[in-house]
Nanobody
């Protein structure tokens, strides 16, 4: 069964850090580009970052550039999103997805269930 599972979310104070993980089972993650997306209440799902299948290319939304770093370990079948200098506006459910490289949700066919990130004092 093909599955993506996110972990690492939680409650953090402004300025803090979290590292999200996206683990794959049932398929080889290394064949796919991976994207991280987020959706806040009442807002559309937006692309946060993506990484190519080899890890050689990455892209970030302007709102997270310089604060978030995406990486992947194809041996562990896992992709990571290191989030630093978190702001209250980063609060959302974060999803990882497997598909074609880019920040558009339509480019991805496989999605995880999401992990909640809350940035609050």
């Amino acid at each position: 069964q093909l599955q993506l599972v996110e972990s690492g979310g939680g409650l953090v104070q402004p300025g803090g850090s979290l590292r999200l993980s996206c683990a794959a089972s049932g398929f080889t993650l290394g064949y796919y580009a991976i994207g991280w997306f987020r959706q806040a209440p009442g807002k559309e799902r937006e692309g946060v970052s993506c990484i190519s299948s080899s890890g050689g290319s990455t892209n970030y939304a302007d709102s997270v550039k310089g604060r978030f770093t995406i990486s992947r370990d194809n041996v562990k079948n896992t992709v990571y999103l290191q989030m630093n200098s978190l702001k209250p506006e980063d609060t959302a459910v974060y999803y990882c997805a497997a598909g074609a490289y880019g920040l558009g949700p339509a480019q991805y066919g496989y999605w995880g269930q999401g992990t909640q990130v809350t940035v609050s004092s």
